[in-house]
């Protein structure tokens, strides 16, 4: 044992083991690969393709593994059925509101376009719906409170006057 040492002891004679190891790796290492190729074990073998049956019942699409539409697809919400949805789902609540509108119209005698013109205005500021009634009241007394308001200054001097008439307008 005592020569193996020597001989591996020399720099050149390592240089030899370490390509002699490496080839043998290789040969090894390939000679395992063409073996699994050419005699695979019995469960990996490749079977043939099964084709699967897709079969659509109902609406909707049933894919495959090759789908081919010809025919345009909708993907999502159908924009215009989903807004007449939500215009039925309101429809109770603007109808109320146009019946409150013209309630209080005929007991202050205002007008409905101001009226509505306030109603969007609370509809912006968020205002819950138990409060609608008293804010519209409310609104539609000062609405007459102005006027009377106007009326006055339109009695009073010229230049009072003119600008009466344009704060009505």
Sequence with gaps: ?????RYIQRAKNREV???CGGAIATVAVA??????????????KPTAASSTTVTQS?????????????????????????????AAAQKPLSDQLER???QVSRDKGVPIAPL???????????VS??????????KADELLKLREEIAQLKQGPVELALFAQRTQA
């Design 31 to 44: 000679g395992w690969a063409g073996f699994i190729h050419f005699f695979p074990a019995d469960g990996s």
């Design 17 to 19: 083991l370490a390509w």
């Design 116 to 126: 509505r013109a306030i109603l969007l205005k609370l509809g912006e500021a968020g």
């Design 100 to 102: 409150l509108v013209a």
């Design 129 to 138: 719906e138990e409060a609608i009634p008293q804010r519209l009241d409310a």
């Design 58 to 86: 109902g609406t909707g699409i049933a894919s495959g593994g090759n789908t081919v539409i010809s025919a345009p697809v909708n993907i999502g919400l159908d924009e215009k059925k989903t807004s007449e949805q939500i």
């Design 1 to 5: 044992m005592p020569w193996l040492w």
